[in-house]
C-alpha cells in the first residue's frame, strides 16, 4: 500500500479465497482445482476442435455448442490459474490492475454465456414448437450473426461500469472474501461513492441475467406444453431428453447466480456461503458443459466411432 495524504492507496489486493481454510489443507484443495480445470479445459478445447475437424456437425446446434465451449474455456482459464497458483504456490496476491482486468473477464465470460445459453433455448423453442419454420429461421448464417453481437455487446457495459469502479479511490482493506475480483464483494472496499457503479451493474445484471432467463423459462413451459399434446410415448421421451440437460445446466447455472445477486442487494450473506455458491455457477456448468450437451449427442458419439475406426484402419493397413 502507498501513503498519499489522510488515507492509504491500495496496490495489490489479497484473495481470502474459503474463509478458515488452514495451510495444512492448501496442496489437497489446490491439486482439487487443477484436476478440475484440466477437466474443464480438455473438455471444452477437445468439443472446438472436434467441431472444427468433424464436417458433419456443421450444423447451428454444433455452432452454439462451439461458441458456449470457447465461453466456458476462456472463463476458466482468467479465474482458475490464480485459484491453483493460491493453493500450490501460496501466491495470493493480485494487482490493483490485475484485479480489474480479471473483473472484466469474470463479468463478461458470465454475460457471453448467458446469452448463449438463451440462443440455445431459442434453437429449442423453435425446432420444436416451430419445426417447419426451423430451417429458415436457423441457419449457420444467423448463429454466426446472433453469436457476433452476443460476443460484442456485454464489452461497452462493462467497460463503462470498471471505468466507473477504478476511478473511485479504494483505501480501506485489501482482502477480498472470495476467489476472483468479483464486482459486488471488490466495490465494497471503495471509500467513494458506489452507488453509480453498482446501479449501472444492477441495470446490466438485469439485461444479462434475468432477460433470458425470462424467455428461457417462458420457451421451456411452451416446449413442455407442446411435448404434452403429442401422442406418441418414444416422441415425447426423446423430445424430454433432448431438452432435460439444457434444463439441468440452466438450473445450475441461473438458480444459485440469482440468489447471489438478489442477497447482495437486500444484505450480506456468510462469506463461506457466498463463496460456494459463487464457486458453484463459475465452475460447474463450463466443466459439465461439454460432457452434458456435446459428447452426450448420438451423432457426436456416431462421429467420433466412425473417426476412431478409420484411425484403427489406417493404422493396420
Known sequence: ???NGNFTLIEEFFLLGFPGLTSEYYVTVGTIFLLIYLLLAGGNILTVVFICYEKNLKKPTYFIFYNLAIADFAFGTITMPKIISK???????????GCFVQM?????????TSFIL??????RFIAICNPLRYP???????MAITCCIFWVAPVSWLTLIIHQIISIPFCDSNIIAQFFCEQNVVSLLACGDIRTPRL??????MIVLL?????????YLAIIITVLKIRAVKTKYKVFSTCSPQLFIICLY?????VVYITDIKFRMNDNTRVILVMWYSLLPPLTNPFIFFFRSKKVRQAIIMQFRKKISDLFN
Open 211 to 219: 432477460g433470458p432467463l425470462v424467455f428461457i423459462i417462458f420457451s
Open 254 to 258: 441461473y438458480l444459485p447466480r440469482c
Open 200 to 205: 449501472l451493474f444492477l441495470v446490466m445484471t
Open 1 to 3: 500500500m502507498l501513503d
Open 136 to 142: 429458415t429461421l436457423v441457419t449457420n448464417h444467423s
Open 87 to 97: 493453493y500450490l504456490l501460496n501466491d495470493e496476491t493480485l494487482t490493483f490492475q
Open 118 to 123: 438463451l440462443l440455445m433455448a431459442i434453437d
Open 104 to 112: 472484466f473477464f469474470f463479468h463478461y465470460f458470465g454475460a457471453v
